[in-house]
T-cell receptor, first 116, second 114 residues
Framework: AQTVTQSQPEMSVQEAETVTLSCTYDTSESNYYLFWYKQPPSRQMILVIRQEAYKQQNATENRFSVNFQKAAKSFSLKISDSQLGDTAMYFC?????????????FGKGTLLTVNP | SQTIHQWPATLVQPVGSPLSLECTVEGTSNPNLYWYRQAAGRGLQLLFYSVGIGQISSEVPQNLSASRPQDRQFILSSKKLLLSDSGFYLCAGQGWQTLDTEAFFGQGTRLTVV
């Protein structure tokens, strides 16, 4: 079974600074997707960034980038130039690619607070 | 675009009463569907997932059940609610018509069992 671990229950950062959220996962699969989702106080889940395991290049979306280390099974999220609107719960998620028995598994989340 | 309609948004139910939460999907066919529960301020616990009509996988044995009577309909039920069933319930889906594998979410249901 796949597991996703986020070791930082809470983090804070000053506005305009950079913060990195950690995520590790455990799987025997070689082909899979990894995601970071954001859940603001409205509770609506928003996809931040997606990484396909077969791609060596780290995904980037504007101020958001990942450091994907497949051998170490690590998938951290870096937020540059933090903004007050980045305050939210962030979830790392894993899903096997292909075959059957799909399951989207989330970590427990990291609550990020951006301070003015 | 792919969307999930989930209702109701808020629900207060007495202990021992039945429960039925429903979500319906638009914009894709044959989606994978999921029910998650989120305890106050914490992570998402996968309760059930379904890869097709009538196909339900349960992740955590508990007081709840799920059904998928139609391709785009996913229902979470309980015959008798417990206080511990209180929480925020999210329905999620993934469409496979395109290569887009990201999940899309409903607005959630905040359930309080009193």
């Amino acid at each position: 079974a796949q597991t996703v671990t986020q070791s930082q229950p809470e983090m804070s950062v000053q506005e305009a600074e950079t913060v990195t959220l950690s995520c590790t996962y455990d799987t025997s699969e070689s082909n899979y997707y990894l995601f970071w989702y954001k859940q603001p106080p409205s509770r609506q889940m928003i996809l931040v960034i997606r990484q396909e395991a077969y791609k060596q290049q780290n995904a980037t979306e504007n101020r958001f980038s990942v450091n994907f280390q497949k051998a170490a099974k690590s998938f951290s999220l870096k937020i540059s130039d933090s903004q007050l609107g980045d305050t939210a719960m962030y979830f790392c998620a894993f899903m096997k690619r292909g075959g059957s028995n799909y399951k989207l598994t989330f970590g427990k989340g990291t609550l990020l607070t951006v301070n003015p | 675009s792919q969307t999930i309609h989930q209702w109701p948004a808020t629900l207060v139910q007495p202990v021992g009463s039945p429960l039925s939460l429903e979500c319906t999907v638009e914009g894709t066919s044959n989606p994978n569907l999921y029910w998650y529960r989120q305890a106050a301020g914490r992570g998402l616990q996968l309760l059930f997932y379904s890869v097709g009509i009538g196909q339900i996988s349960s992740e955590v044995p508990q007081n709840l059940s799920a059904s998928r009577p139609q391709d785009r309909q996913f229902i979470l039920s309980s015959k008798k609610l417990l206080l511990s069933d209180s929480g925020f319930y999210l329905c999620a889906g993934q469409g496979w018509q395109t290569l887009d594998t990201e999940a899309f979410f409903g607005q959630g249901t905040r359930l309080t069992v009193v």
